[in-house]
């Protein structure tokens, strides 16, 4: 059974940095996609991931660029999300998402992620 795990959340000022951290177990191999889902307070969880990275592309919306990343950890079985230049609207939970076969056309369909992590807030105050 795939399980995702994530942790890191918290509370940062506005133009700190926070890691979040996805632990997968059960993953049957290291080809997989990862996603980071967000949702903000009153809101439903946004249907594509604000970022998410298959090994070989990215794909991002445009409020987070050149500010959130995706690093991973060689055995793969921890995933990142490096938060920079953090801002109060960056206030969401976080959930991160795996998937195998994800193209890069799809990355930003949450249906291609087949599980799930249960979230982390992360609150940017002002």
């Known amino acids: 059974e795939v399980q995702l795990v994530e942790s890191g959340g918290g509370l940062v000022q506005t133009g700190g940095s926070l890691r979040l951290s996805c632990t997968a177990s059960g993953i049957p191999h290291a080809d997989y996609a990862i996603g980071w889902f967000c949702q903000a307070p009153s809101k439903e969880r946004e249907v594509i991931p604000c970022?998410?990275?298959?090994?070989?592309?990215?794909y991002y919306v445009y409020s987070v660029k050149d500010r959130f990343t995706i690093p991973s950890d060689n055995a793969k079985t921890t995933a990142y999300l490096q938060m920079n230049s953090l801002k109060p609207e960056d206030t969401a939970v976080y959930s991160c998402?795996?998937?195998?076969?994800?193209?890069?056309?799809?990355?930003?369909?949450?249906?291609?992620?087949?599980?799930w992590g249960q979230g982390t807030q992360v609150t940017v105050s002002s």
């Open positions: 970022i998410s990275n298959n090994g070989r592309h990215s």
């Open positions: 998402a795996a998937g195998f076969g994800i193209i890069r056309s799809s990355m930003s369909s949450s249906n291609q992620y087949a599980y």
